[in-house]
């Protein structure tokens, strides 16, 4: 969807290193989520914001950190990376809780 | 949270109708049946929902048994480009809107 993207696309970095990525959208949607996809885990949700400022955890959101203070970017963090957290991570926006989502690009993040 | 069993892969050929099944027996009165796909190297894609009556889109068409314990997403005319890991995701209305991405069913579309 051209509506929100993704940044950067692909990052390889440091164990130890704070990694921050970025998703910005266009839509004006109130709520953004963060996912990572791992080989036989599927998608999981690590954060997400219901609205500036205000976010909340996920299933999966231990060594990761967000911040949302204008409504179409919502950042992560990975306040200190570990080869656990290479994935890729997704970040989706939706209208309103519980209905569709639309989803970015990308982010390809490896950790040595 | 409600779960969904989808098979874990389906063939079809191309150009023929597509029948993805989902079974959600211990679905909710509030809960939405959500229908993603996913092409490889690429972000999740909504097709389709509906809560209690078929829905038609220009993707697809869901069909939700009348007990609601069981939906099938149907494409009408599969394309090489409908090869993808499709997805059966209930989700309670009013909820944040946290979707839980089972295994899916990946779908094989022959020339």
């Known amino acids: 969807d051209a509506g929100i993207t993704q940044s950067p696309r692909h990052k390889v970095t440091e164990t130890g290193t704070p990694v921050t990525l970025r998703c910005h959208q266009t839509e004006n949607h109130r709520y953004m989520y963060w996912y990572r996809q791992d080989p036989g885990h599927g998608l999981r949700l690590i954060h997400y914001s219901y609205g500036v400022k205000d976010t909340d955890k996920g299933e999966v959101s231990d060594g990761y950190s967000v911040s949302r203070s204008k409504t179409e970017d919502f950042l992560l963090t990975l306040e200190s990376a570990t080869s656990s957290q290479t994935s890729v991570y997704f970040c989706?926006?939706?209208?309103?809780?519980?209905?569709?989502?639309?989803f970015g690009p990308g982010t390809r993040l490896t950790v040595l | 949270d409600a779960k969904t069993t989808q098979p874990n892969s389906m063939e079809s050929n191309e150009e023929e109708p597509v029948h993805l099944p989902c079974n959600h027996s211990?679905?909710?009165?509030?809960?939405?049946i959500h229908w993603y796909r996913q092409l490889p190297s690429q972000g999740p894609e909504y097709v389709i929902h509906g809560l209690t009556s078929n829905v038609n889109n220009r993707m697809a068409s869901l069909a939700i048994a009348e007990d609601r314990k069981s939906s099938t997403l149907i494409l009408h005319r599969a394309t090489l480009r409908d090869a993808a890991v499709y997805y059966c995701i209930l989700s309670p209305g009013g909820s944040q809107g946290n979707l839980i991405f089972g295994k899916g069913t990946k779908l094989s579309v022959k020339p």
């Open positions: 211990t679905i909710s009165g509030t809960d939405y």
């Open positions: 989706a926006m939706g209208l309103a809780g519980g209905n569709t989502q639309y």
